[in-house]
């Protein structure tokens, strides 16, 4: 492969799966671990990939180490959705009482993701928690873009679905 390439695609999307990683509960030091374990075994393993599938594999291969690091650590996926954020609104906002209410939402929400399909909940916190465009979506998923729309649609579906069952 070629190593401008490889470079072109680590600078790019490193970051993107770091913060997908973090997003699901991993620290920082793990989510860094992960992604350089990604691409190491990339390297090692990609001489039959061709390059507009390069992102897709490691992408992939993350998501593995992740699920290995969870396994290994002995924990429950936990969806994080910027705990950080409400904390820092909670401390400086004077309406405690709008604060907690939007804790207990981002619980629910979190709640209601882990009901639904792995590949819906991905695609969810790809494109609401990430802000990544489909197109994005598409590149690091190794999938269609139309695919990916679709997939969304039916991702927001099913979640509106859990969350009316949450709230019915």
Same mark, same amino acid.
């Given at each position: 492969?070629?190593?401008?390439?490889?470079?072109?695609?680590?600078?790019? &999307?490193?970051?993107?799966?770091?913060?997908?990683?973090?997003?699901?509960?991993?620290?920082?030091?793990?989510?860094?671990? $992960?992604? &350089?374990?990604?691409?190491?075994?990339?390297?090692?393993?990609?001489?039959?990939?061709?390059?507009?599938?390069?992102?897709?594999?490691?992408?992939?291969?993350?998501?593995?180490?992740? /699920?290995?690091?969870?396994?290994?650590?002995? $924990?429950?996926?936990?969806?994080?959705?910027?705990?950080?954020?409400?904390?820092?609104?909670?401390?400086?906002?004077?309406?405690?009482?709008?604060?907690?209410?939007?804790?207990?939402?981002? &619980?629910?929400?979190?709640?209601?993701?882990?009901?639904?399909?792995?590949?819906?909940? &991905?695609?969810?916190?790809? /494109?609401?928690?990430?802000?990544?465009?489909?197109?994005?979506?598409?590149?690091?998923?190794?999938?269609?873009?139309?695919?990916?729309?679709?997939?969304?649609?039916?991702?927001? /579906?099913?979640?509106?679905?859990?969350?009316?069952?949450?709230?019915?």
């Amino acid at each position: 492969m070629d190593s401008h390439l490889l470079l072109d695609i680590y600078n790019k &999307q490193a970051k993107m799966i770091y913060f997908y990683l973090k997003k699901n509960g991993c620290s920082h030091e793990d989510a860094e671990d $992960i992604v &350089q374990e990604s691409y190491t075994k990339f390297i090692a393993y990609s001489s039959g990939v061709p390059s507009e599938k390069a992102l897709s594999y490691i992408f992939t291969i993350a998501m593995n180490e992740f /699920k290995k690091w969870l396994k290994k650590k002995g $924990i429950e996926r936990a969806i994080s959705i910027d705990d950080h954020r409400f904390w820092n609104n909670f401390a400086n906002d004077h309406n405690t009482e709008l604060s907690v209410l939007t804790i207990e939402m981002n &619980q629910e929400i979190s709640l209601v993701l882990e009901r639904i399909q792995e590949i819906y909940k &991905q695609l969810l916190l790809l /494109k609401y928690e990430l802000e990544l465009s489909y197109k994005e979506i598409a590149l690091l998923l190794g999938m269609k873009e139309e695919t990916i729309r679709t997939y969304l649609f039916r991702a927001r /579906k099913e979640f509106q679905k859990k969350w009316r069952n949450l709230h019915g």
